[in-house]
């Protein structure tokens, strides 16, 4: 079975830090990733998306991630964090040949103004 | 256009109840899927459809039953409610597996089972 581990559970940063978290999953064969965020009382909504091609991928808000094949890793970053991007971020993987998506444990950033 | 619409947004169960949540879509989406949110487990599948009349169980399938009579429509029903079926129930829905589709989530539903 595949699994998907996002090793922050809890980060908190003061405006402008820069961001990155974790993400590494277990499969070993081609899959989509995912970053999803949820801010409080909400709905998870889609940031970004690797399917294929460029490893470096770019989301809405000024988020991006890298995809790093040989460490199973796609790990999210961004350079300036404001106090809008508290929330909680979600890490997915779907394989290729299969149906299911798998969810991290989720992220809980807190933004200081 | 609606998304992902689910009704109730909150419901109160005593334990032995039973209830049905329902998730309706208007995007003409293949697949469908019921999760659970608890705190410090992520989203954990309950159960998911890969297209009308069809269902399968995901991760956390016990006390649950689903159905897809139609293909806008995915049913969860807890037939008889227990504490530790409290918790937010999100569903999904996406287009295929092709292509790298994503997941799109109505708002949730918070259940208490007291």
């Known amino acids: 079975a595949q699994s998907v581990s996002q090793h922050n559970h809890h980060v908190i940063l003061s405006e402008a830090a820069s961001l990155e978290l974790g993400c590494n999953y277990s499969y070993g064969g081609t899959v989509n990733l995912f970053w999803y965020v949820q801010y409080p009382g909400q709905h998870l909504q889609l940031l970004l998306k690797y399917f294929s091609g460029d490893p470096l991928v770019k989301g809405i808000k000024g988020f991006e991630a890298e995809f790093i094949k040989s460490k199973f890793s796609f790990n999210l970053r961004k350079p300036s964090v404001q106090w809008s991007d508290t929330a909680e971020y979600f890490c997915?993987?779907?394989?290729?040949?299969?149906?299911?998506?798998?969810f991290g444990t989720g992220t809980s950033l807190t933004v200081i103004p | 256009n609606a998304g992902v619409t689910q009704t109730p947004k909150f419901r109160v169960l005593k334990t032995g109840q039973s209830m049905t949540l329902l998730c309706a879509q208007d995007?003409?989406?293949?697949?469908m899927y019921w999760y659970r949110q608890d705190p410090g487990m992520g989203l954990r599948l309950i159960h998911y459809?890969?297209?009308?009349?069809?269902?399968a169980k995901g991760e956390v399938p016990d006390g649950y039953n689903v159905s897809r009579l139609k293909k806008q429509n995915f049913l969860l029903g807890l037939e008889s409610a227990a504490p530790s079926q409290t918790s937010v129930y999100f569903c999904?829905?996406?287009?295929?597996?092709?292509?790298?589709?994503?997941?799109?989530f109505g708002n949730g539903t918070r259940l208490t089972v007291t």
């Open positions: 999904a829905s996406s287009y295929s597996m092709e292509g790298g589709s994503p997941l799109h």
């Open positions: 459809s890969v297209g009308e009349g069809t269902t």
């Open positions: 995007m003409n989406h293949e697949y």
């Open positions: 997915a993987v779907n394989a290729r040949a299969g149906n299911q998506f798998y």
